[in-house]
């Protein structure tokens, strides 16, 4: 410790590398170089990995949306082409026999997938909007944001059918006045009178769907459209500790029963799966992390490695000063400690300033990548990750700096004292 704080350790440290400057800094570059680069595509994957979540955040990340397609292969006595339709007694079935689904909701809409959207009206104002038919337990799946006093469907409104309404902001700003209230008012759907129970604040990331959409209960828009037990596609979310591909595959093979459809007919029902899709993107973030570790670690052991080779060569050219102060009484534990101590000096200078740079570069693109549509959002590094690395570059340093400290350690003054 009293060699940490000598002052003339640190000159003949500084003296040292002044001789060979050039050489230093083309070595301290390499670890610099190092350190940046895992910094830089850490930070990088963390921005992805943080944009996906954000994304994601609105919309359960183990669920999958399932619909009824045509069959493409012919099964007891029903000929191939034979168009399917999902049924509300499927939803029971469904959660019967397959435990690891958490929440399923049957949906309808009116105007999306070839249908024609609604006529909403309201005194001399008038729109076309899309109308989803919903239970409660959609926003289990996909959380709707209400803005204060209003409120989503809920139980009472399914069993008692009641023409009530959550609409968009759009609908709001293009039907009602602009200081209007809108909770409590009335718009005719279809020439039907609904209630406005609520103004749903638009999320992008939760699904297809836009600002104008109009939510009503299930029940009532099965009156309102004469639809009956028909089902457009259930919205379901399984448990988080499950296999989302292999519950997907389940609920296809149970619906394949239930509806007379080949087993192996894969045609029939389709399905997008958000879990899956989700885990996917997380491992390929993973991947870039994992990748800028090993990338930046090798890196940091070349750039390391070459500071050793500088310390040789310095001790090399240090002969005769080392024997000098081995004559003088210097022990070999005080002339090792000095050149482990250069080592680590110039490993810990170049991580820092790898460290600003790349701090600086992740700064640079948060800045460049506000406002574009990409989900990409605060590119970071925990600290603690940081730490680590320059905790990894201190050792590295010390190791690499024993052979040439053990180098030194090995002259005889006597030996020094003749080199030329």
């Known amino acids: 410790m009293r060699l940490l704080f000598d002052r003339n350790t640190w000159q003949e440290i500084f003296g040292s590398i002044s001789k060979n400057k050039i050489r230093t800094v083309i070595t301290v570059i390499g670890v610099l170089w190092g350190i940046f680069i895992y910094i830089a595509l850490s930070g990088a994957a963390k921005g992805m990995d943080n944009g996906f979540e954000s994304m994601f955040e609105s919309i359960a990340r183990n669920s999958m949306f399932v619909w009824a397609q045509s069959t493409s292969i ?11 339709q999902l049924k509300l007694e499927d939803a029971a079935m469904m959660e019967n026999r397959i435990p690891e689904l958490q929440y399923i909701a049957p949906r309808n809409v009116k105007g999306f997938f070839g249908s024609s959207p609604a006529s909403i009206g309201r005194k001399n104002k008038s729109g076309s909007y899309p109308v989803f038919g919903d239970f409660p337990v959609f926003t289990k799946i996909a959380p709707k944001k209400i803005y204060d006093g209003g409120r989503f469907v809920n139980d009472e409104d399914i069993d008692q059918a009641r023409k009530v309404a959550v609409i968009g902001e759009r609908t709001q700003q293009e039907l009602f006045e602009k200081d209007e209230d809108p909770i409590g008012g009335y718009i005719k759907i279809d020439d039907v009178y609904f209630q406005v129970i609520g103004v749903h604040k638009f999320d992008p990331s939760g699904g297809f769907g836009g600002d104008g959409d109009i939510f009503i209960p299930f029940t009532t828009y099965r009156r309102l459209y004469n639809t009956g037990d028909n089902v457009g596609w259930f919205s379901i979310a399984a448990h988080d ?20 459809v080949h087993p192996d007919d894969e045609r029939a029902f389709g399905s997008f799966n958000l879990g899956e899709a989700f885990n996917r993107i997380i491992g390929f973030s993973k991947g870039i992390t994992f990748l800028s570790l090993i990338v930046g670690v090798a890196t940091i052991l070349a750039g390391v490695i070459g500071i050793g080779n500088i310390l040789l060569i310095s001790v090399k050219e240090r002969t005769k000063e080392l024997g000098v102060r081995r004559a003088l009484g210097a022990t070999p534990r005080e002339v090792r400690s000095q050149i482990i101590l250069e080592s680590v000096f110039l490993t810990m200078i170049a991580g820092i300033m790898g460290i600003i740079l790349g701090a600086a570069t992740l700064s640079l693109i948060n800045s460049f990548t506000q406002n574009i549509d990409f989900p990409y959002t605060n590119p970071t590094v925990p600290i603690p990750y940081v730490l680590g690395a320059l905790a990894i570059m201190v050792i590295l340093g010390t190791l690499i700096g024993l052979i040439p400290a053990q180098r030194a350690v090995s002259i005889k003054p006597i030996d020094a004292l003749r080199e030329e």
């Open 74 to 84: 012919p099964h007891e006595g029903f000929k191939t082409g034979r168009q399917l």
């Open 241 to 260: 500790d499950v296999d989302v591909v292999k519950v997907e595959e389940n609920i296809k093979a149970l619906l394949r029963n239930i509806h007379r």
